[in-house]
């Protein structure tokens, strides 16, 4: 499988603050993913990183919000803007598509912690 | 009907028995189905893909799709502590307005020593 590696891995962030998420891939893969994970909750979809465009959000997110930026194959980054206790969650990377893997599967990186004081 | 169902448990077995893990979908049209596992305060990690009706084996675990019912299901057999974590089933479907994937919330698992 491949490595997705995220920075930071934790954070404590006051409120009205920014912080951006950075995640890379070891290997080129068609689609990247941003994921929230509120504790005890599963998965939620915040949006797809699309390369040399602007992110696809689900229901609920916004760009103002959740500025994504994909520069190319392996790598994106998530900004988290104008933070509230609320953000206070795990943000997880995923990849699919990984050269040697069905195109089917995602795979995950370890997450980023952030709480927001 | 959500599109992704799973019984949040938590779900107790003893050391050595088959825990039994469930999931139904809505139908959206061509799947693909997956199992993934999470410890606590870790990302998930890929168990098992499934793509066509019946049985899937790969060592003590064994996923069960039945497309007709619109469930899947996981087995794991000679159930280990260490198997003790929450179990995430996931939906991919292709529609006409392109991919989607979705993620149950989760099945705790704890098995007993």
């Known amino acids: 499988s491949a490595v997705i590696s995220q920075k930071p891995s934790r954070d404590i962030c006051q409120r009205g603050t920014s912080l951006t998420i950075q995640c890379q891939v070891d290997?080129?893969?068609?689609?990247m993913f941003w994921y929230r994970q509120q504790p005890g909750q599963s998965l939620t979809l915040i949006a797809t990183a699309n390369q040399g465009s602007e992110a696809t959000y689900e229901s609920g997110f916004v760009i103002d919000k959740f500025p994504i930026s994909r520069p190319n194959l392996t790598f994106s980054t998530l900004t988290v803007s104008n933070m509230s206790p609320e953000d206070s969650s795990i943000y997880l990377c995923?990849?699919?598509?990984?050269?040697?893997?069905?195109?089917?599967?995602?795979?995950f990186g370890p997450g980023t912690r952030l709480t927001v004081l | 009907q959500k599109e992704v169902e799973q019984n949040s448990g938590p779900l107790s077995v003893p050391e050595g028995a088959i825990a039994s893990l469930n999931c139904t979908y809505s139908?959206?049209?061509?799947?693909?189905f997956f199992w993934y596992r999470q410890y606590s305060g870790k990302s998930p990690e890929l168990i098992m893909s499934i793509y066509s009706n019946g049985d899937k084996e790969d060592g003590r675990f064994t996923a069960q799709l039945n497309k007709a019912s619109q469930y899947v299901s996981l087995l794991i057999r000679d159930s280990q502590p260490s198997d003790s974590a929450t179990y995430l089933c996931?939906?991919?479907?292709?529609?006409?307005?392109?991919?989607?994937?979705?993620f149950g919330t989760g099945t705790s698992l704890t098995v007993i020593p």
């Open positions: 290997s080129q893969v068609t689609m």
């Open positions: 139908d959206r049209g061509s799947q693909s």
């Open positions: 995923s990849g699919k598509g990984l050269a040697g893997t069905s195109t089917d599967t995602q795979y």
């Open positions: 996931a939906v991919r479907w292709v529609t006409r307005d392109g991919n989607q994937f979705y």
